[in-house]
């Protein structure tokens, strides 16, 4: 069996165990597994991008200093990285982008930062393993401020931007793992709910909702 052969056996494996354990309701199992599946996808992706880099190294009809056109795009895109490399990646570029329209946000440790105004933000990211769903978490510490990065699979960035009265709410009763709070949000047509079972509701509203930020 071959190197890709194998990480799709073990993706397809990992899978079905995740399937199993949503069906049983065992939402860290299917944390765990959509991790697993998420590294599996980075390691293939840098597998690519390193064959593609070698390839063109070694072609005498390449330029030395020339970047495959490939990996240029799989770097923009975030493809080749780690899970957490990705997020952090994202995370780096919102803030960024946050900045060009006014908000300015501080980097503190972890993944929280301080906004002008002194709150705490964190910011939390997940790309869409699954059709619709997307599993994230922070470090359990103090946030006032929350900030959910979701990524789809077009690689569009949705921001729910989750203000203090409904952080102070939600945080407690998300599911705590090891050192961190983690929970999942769920697409079913227009609509964005936060852990669905809990009856968290709908966050839609809180989309690109700056507000809170200012």
Known sequence: M????????????????????????QVDEIIRYARIVQDIDAAVHNGQATLARVSALLSSEDRSDEV?????????????????ARGRLRREE?????????VHLRKLKNRGYHSSSG?????????????NKWWMGLPDEHYDILILLCETASTEILDFILPPEFVQKVWPRFTVSGKQREWHIERHGDVYELEPKKGFGSIGGYLSRLEALQ
């Open 2 to 25: 071959n190197s890709l052969a194998e990480f799709n056996d073990l993706r397809e494996r990992a899978f079905q165990k995740m399937d199993a354990a949503r069906k049983s309701g």
């Open 119 to 131: 709150k705490v933000v964190g910011i939390g990211y997940a790309s869409e393993v699954l059709p």
């Open 94 to 102: 919102y803030v960024h982008r946050l900045g060009s329209r006014g």
């Open 68 to 84: 495959p056109q490939e990996v240029q795009g799989a770097n923009r895109e975030g493809e080749g990285l780690s899970r957490k």
